[in-house]
């Protein structure tokens, strides 16, 4: 295993928000943790229960930038993205085997569409995502252990 894994494409796309993979948060059920993101910037319900019928990550990514954004959002995407990675990674065991292997390489959400909060653009960025799946990475070690079940992550 490499000590870097510096995008979520190819062999690593199941890392990326774009994944497809059931998420049940909030009240609703949606086809990836883009979608579920997207959908709590906003408390509205029509707007927010709009994104479960999205057909793709990107077109959920678009309408996230259109919603009504909660009051609060600044104070919660960090822990809101924590949830839905967590709902993500134990919703299927294989998921967060994948995530264990990973071992102790470095998660970079490298891009090229200059994102430097979630991820790192030409060398740049607060790498969010990868170090929320790092920190994820940890708990699930703990929770895959034989003796060590129950053990929650995200809240």
């Known amino acids: ?3 870097k894994i510096e995008s979520f494409h190819g062999e690593y796309r199941w890392l990326s928000n774009f994944w497809p993979c059931e998420i049940i ?3 609703g059920t949606y086809p990836s943790t883009e ?7 906003t408390l509205d319900i029509t707007e927010r229960f709009a994104f479960i019928n999205m057909r793709t990550a990107g077109e959920a990514k678009r309408a996230g ?4 954004l909660r009051a609060d959002w600044q104070e919660v995407k960090f822990n809101v993205m924590r949830q839905v990675l967590a709902k993500k990674f134990t919703c299927t065991n294989d998921l967060g085997k994948q995530l ?17 909060i979630w991820g790192v653009c030409n060398g740049v960025g607060d790498n969010m ?3 929320l799946l790092m920190e994820l990475r940890e708990h699930l070690k703990v929770m895959i252990g034989p003796e ?4 929650t992550f995200g809240g």
């Open 1 to 3: 295993m490499s000590d």
């Open 25 to 27: 948060y909030d009240g």
């Open 35 to 41: 979608h579920a993101f997207q959908a709590a910037k």
């Open 65 to 68: 930038k259109k919603v009504t």
């Open 100 to 116: 264990v292997a990973t071992g102790d390489a470095e998660l970079i959400e490298g891009n090229t569409w200059n994102d430097t």
């Open 129 to 131: 995502l990868g170090k």
């Open 148 to 151: 060590k079940r129950g053990v």
